[in-house]
């Protein structure tokens, strides 16, 4: 099992940053790849970036040289630096961990989530 708490979110202006942050507990030397997803009301839940446990990392075209996630393994955390956000930048946050089970393979935690608002 793996436990996932997001903080970070907030109300921002248009062009500004926010810090999302993802603290992982539990079974985390099984964990794979984490990573953020965001939901907006009305649409499906996407990938924004992921980051797998060599540091390689990936980003939705949306966020590219926007966005930058890291992690600090010494804290099992997981960083979202989201810089010039744009209104369409709104949506629930979550933290995602691919963990590795024996009985599945691998599986996905989800975090609660974290609110993200940009104003116009």
């Known amino acids: 099992q793996v436990q996932l708490v997001e903080s970070g979110g907030g109300l921002v202006p248009a062009g500004g940053s926010l810090r999302l942050s993802c603290a992982a507990s539990?079974?985390?030397?099984?964990?794979?790849?984490m990573g953020w997803y965001r939901q907006a009301p009305g649409k499906q839940r996407e990938l924004v970036a992921a980051?797998?446990?060599?540091?390689?990392?990936n980003y939705a075209d949306p966020v590219k040289d926007r966005f930058t996630i890291s992690r600090d393994n010494a804290k099992n955390t997981v960083y979202l630096q989201m810089n010039s956000l744009k209104p369409e930048d709104t949506a629930a946050y979550y933290c995602?961990?691919?963990?590795?089970?024996?009985?599945?393979?691998?599986?996905?935690?989800w975090g609660q989530g974290t609110q993200v608002t940009v104003s116009s």
């Open positions: 995602n961990a691919v963990a590795r089970d024996a009985k599945a393979g691998a599986l996905n935690y």
């Open positions: 539990g079974n985390i030397f099984s964990i794979l790849v």
């Open positions: 980051i797998g446990s060599g540091g390689n990392t």
